[in-house]
């Protein structure tokens, strides 16, 4: 059974997305008990495989017996593996967390809708990054894509139908940028096997339809996981559609299409290339400091809590990028242990902005006087994710900062290290409001006294569990930083 883990991860969230609907049209509920064991099996699965990776080497699976390059290759190394296990554990949190809140948010007659849509996005994610295939890469891509927008349509908040075709439209944009990719270099290759790609562009290192395609990528994908300027749906989307949906978005989706990226750069145009051949660190150089700052600026000057969320998304994007321009394996370990990180702590801030929607119905931080006294579980936790934004010691925010900090030395880059505490100081001020309204504020209404402790037990366990791994992680930063630092070594090819 082992043996087809890598086609098991992706056809568990399929064929539950399959189950779930027929399921659920006799009974609703069928539809989150089997969303949430689908994702608990992919992650079981991730885990094995990742397990599997660390102890044996890589790991490659020919659908249907077909050889590559003429078949499709499922590959599962240091690198895919660790994301794996990354995506399909946050799934498996939001689909435990989705139970009760899409039940009251988005409401029963949409219900199923949610849980299928959900299901589908997971197995666009999982595909997109155990595929060896850059076409199949396309592929999964849409299905993710689709399934998205759809997901962020999916609630009752008004607007949240135009955040979803802004959306569609720049993620259209987006996706066509990526064929149009893969279809220059298949013109000048003729193949789709990202590990044949790698074999045959050397020599065409210069041909201008080879450096026209790296373009299109990083177009495409940039737009797919907002890297600054090619931000603006993510605004809308993150803070309109419903919190379990802006939570997969911020956590997930962004890291997939990260990682789709990256895999491009590092596996299928090589270090050399990336680094050698053309500008594009250099423009990174340029493109990330500005991200990280602005938007933190722009977080600053937000009351709404999912909006002020989304601009925070768009900095830590871009310390992410940063660590990948800086082209050496501690920067690339503190990009990879960011992904990580990010994923939790964005991913619980968005369930928790959803527990307080679920229970106040409120958006903007200044109604959220007394929350402290009326909801303090939930307050508490919120420090904890905030203080491991803003890069407290013994938290996972700040492990992933200092690697990035010390692979800016390392590169000779350290005026990188101001833009990092610049940046921390700034997320401290905008957290720093929340906990200011929440702990030294009376509620304005009375009735906002009354205890509001009583959140269903399936959406506070959820980040209660994340909370914990960002303290955890924080002072055994091993655990996670030696898969990670594997991983950026065999990507900038040290091993």
Known sequence: MSLHFPVLVVLIPLFGALLTFFAGLFRRTWAWHITTYAT?????????????????????????????????????????G????????????????????????????????FFVLYLLLITGLLGMVITGDIFN?????????????????????????????????????????????????????????????RERLPDLYHSRVVLTAFVFFVIGFGLKFALFPLHTWLLSAHSLAPSAVSAILA????????????????????????????????????????AILVSSVMALAQTNIKRMLAYSSIGQIGFIVLGIALANETALTGSLLHMLNHALMKGGLFLLAGVIIYQTDRYHIT????????????????TIYGLSMVGVPLT??????WYLAIGALEAGRWYFIPVILVSSL????????????????EPDDPEDAKDRCHVPWAMMIPIMVMAFLLLFFGVAAFIPEGPARQAAAMLLGMQ
């Open 82 to 113: 660790y994301i794996l296990v990354v995506i399909s554990f946050i799934s498996f949190m939001i689909a435990v967390f989705a139970g009760p809140y899409v039940k009251k948010q988005i409401g029963p007659e949409r219900e199923l809708n």
């Open 251 to 290: 956590a997930a989706v962004l890291k997939v299409n990260l990682y789709a990226l990256m895999r491009v750069m590092f596996t299928v145009f090589t270090p050399a290339f990336v680094y050698e051949a053309v500008p594009i660190t250099e423009i990174f150089f340029v493109i990330t400091p500005i």
């Open 396 to 401: 996972a925010g700040f492990v992933s900062k």
């Open 40 to 80: 608990l099996l992919s992650f079981v699965v991730s885990l094995d495989l990742l397990m599997s990776v660390r102890a044996t080497g890589r790991i490659s699976y020919w659908l249907g017996g077909w050889a590559p390059p003429w078949g499709i290759e499922y590959v599962v190394d240091y690198f895919s």
């Open 426 to 441: 700034l997320t401290a001020v905008y957290f720093w409001r929340i906990i200011e309204w929440g702990y030294f504020h």
């Open 137 to 197: 890469v396309y592929v999964f891509l849409e299905i993710a894509s689709l399934s998205g927008y759809a997901l962020v349509a999916v609630g009752k908040k008004r607007g949240a139908v135009v955040a979803s075709y802004n959306y569609l439209i720049l993620g259209t944009v987006g996706a066509v940028f990526v064929l149009l990719g893969i279809g220059h270099l298949y013109m000048v290759t003729g193949t789709l096997n990202m590990a044949d790609l």
């Open 367 to 382: 109604d959220w006087k007394g929350l402290g006294k009326t909801m303090p579980l939930t307050m508490l936790v919120f």
